[in-house]
């Protein structure tokens, strides 16, 4: 019996495997919809500090994970293929969770009534990239991994690639009975991923005491930390987006009455307007968050990993304090500093203990009404103490007795 394997393909310095989609990150999007078509589901992962985070995702859904040669995929995939016995391998990246599962098993059941005289089908080139996938033997990996060292370095990241384009060693099909998307359906998938290949996918934070290839992947907090306060947003808020980067908050919170992101970077704020340019009530200015200033104007501020970069931090406070209506809200977050003297990042001026930045709050009028801590893979829980990653505060304008 032909033994089938869903290779799911993962880095951990790779955010987009973590981009939340509907509250899930997109690498558990692409496994429970792997286990539809078998249970044979593996993520395949580089054996390299960081990744150990997938042993954790893997046990939650309870499938296997290979760890394996970082410079060498196809060897990685064969030794995986020959530890789990597999004979017909489908690869899915992690970043591709709009996978179109009717097409994966319709190309399926074409490859086996082939099988094993096809090496490889794949969806044509023209099609849809975001819900495209391609499946190939263990037998043609094999070959490619004994012809690696007289070929491209290239195709050791890309075996698919080679057997694809070698049609004289490989028999190779391009399925082409296949549905086609209109430009509403891939718009409505470039606003799922809205910001997903924008500026925003630098990896700056790196956990104290380790290597230095062991980062956080920031883009998912930052998008995990705007996700989390999504239904908070009502069509009547008129909202302030600080530091507002490429504009991902602005788009998340798109349903509010009015938007408007700020930031000092000119390019950022360049950016965010294209990514935004379809939203007539999302607007952005370039400003600096020290001093920016907008009195009674706005219903709900958020403001994340800002306040730690400031020169000027109780005139921010102050600031955001004059430009909300009463009682409106400020959503903040910042580090959690762990060891006076220390701080969790070299480019940050100020880190708080969270007793700390919860004085700091009430000092410039604030109360505080709700606290949440993230841990280093970016998820965000109502526990917070000396011991948490980053900490994020709700809180409300106080009212003059």
């Given at each position: 019996?032909v ?47 960081g ?13 296997e994970v ?33 996978f ?28 849809y990239q975001n ?6 033997s263990t ?5 490619v ?18 057997v ?10 391009e ?10 359906d891939?718009?409505n ?11 925003e ?33 009502m ?7 600080i ?15 009015e ?29 600096d ?45 910042t ?8 701080l ?8 708080y ?15 505080v ?18 011991n ?9 304008k106080?009212q003059?007795?």
């Amino acid at each position: 019996m032909v033994k089938i394997g869903v290779f799911v393909q993962a880095q951990y310095s790779d955010e987009n495997c973590f981009i939340p989609i509907k509250n899930k990150p997109s690498i558990e999007v692409v496994l429970e919809k792997a286990k539809k078509i078998t249970e044979n589901v593996i993520l395949t992962v580089a054996d390299e500090p960081g990744n150990q985070v997938f042993d954790e995702i893997a046990s939650k859904w309870q499938v296997e994970v290979f760890k394996g040669n970082k410079d060498n995929i196809a060897q990685r995939f064969l030794e995986a293929a020959k530890k789990y016995q597999i004979d017909v391998i489908i690869r899915i990246p992690a970043v591709k969770p709009c996978f179109n599962e009717l097409l994966l098993r319709e190309m399926l059941n074409r490859y086996l009534c082939d099988y094993p005289g096809l090496d490889l089908i794949r969806a044509p080139y023209s099609y849809y990239q975001n819900f495209a996938m391609e499946i190939y033997s263990t037998k043609a990996l094999i070959r490619v991994c004994e012809l690696l060292p007289g070929i491209d370095p290239i195709y050791r990241y890309k075996p698919h690639y080679f057997v694809d384009q070698q049609r004289d060693l490989f028999n190779v099909s391009e399925y082409t009975s296949i549905q086609t998307y209109t430009e509403e359906d891939k718009n409505n998938i470039e606003d799922l991923f809205s910001g997903m290949r924008s500026n925003e996918t630098a990896v700056d934070m790196e956990r104290p005491g380790q290597g230095k290839d062991d980062f956080f992947p920031a883009i998912f907090e930052v998008r995990q930390r705007y996700g989390f306060f999504e239904d908070r947003v009502m069509s009547d808020d008129v909202i302030l987006d600080i530091a507002c980067g490429n504009g991902y908050g602005t788009i998340t919170y798109k349903n509010a009455g009015e938007i408007i992101g700020v930031d000092y970077d000119i390019s950022a704020i360049e950016n965010a307007r294209n990514n935004a340019s379809r939203f007539s009530h999302i607007s952005y200015i370039q400003d600096d968050a020290n001093t920016f200033i907008r009195p009674g104007f706005f219903t709900k501020i958020f403001t994340f990993e800002t306040i730690e970069h400031l020169s000027e931090r109780s005139r921010f406070l102050q600031n955001m304090f004059i430009s909300l209506k009463d009682c409106g809200y400020l959503f903040i977050s910042t580090p959690v500093r762990k060891y006076q003297g220390l701080l969790v990042h070299p480019h940050h001026l100020y880190e708080y203990t969270p007793d700390e930045f919860k004085d700091f709050l009430m000092e410039n009028g604030f109360v505080v009404i709700e606290k949440y801590s993230q841990d280093f893979r970016g998820m965000i829980n109502p526990e917070l103490n000396q011991n948490s990653r980053g900490m994020l505060f709700v809180c409300m304008k106080r009212q003059e007795s």
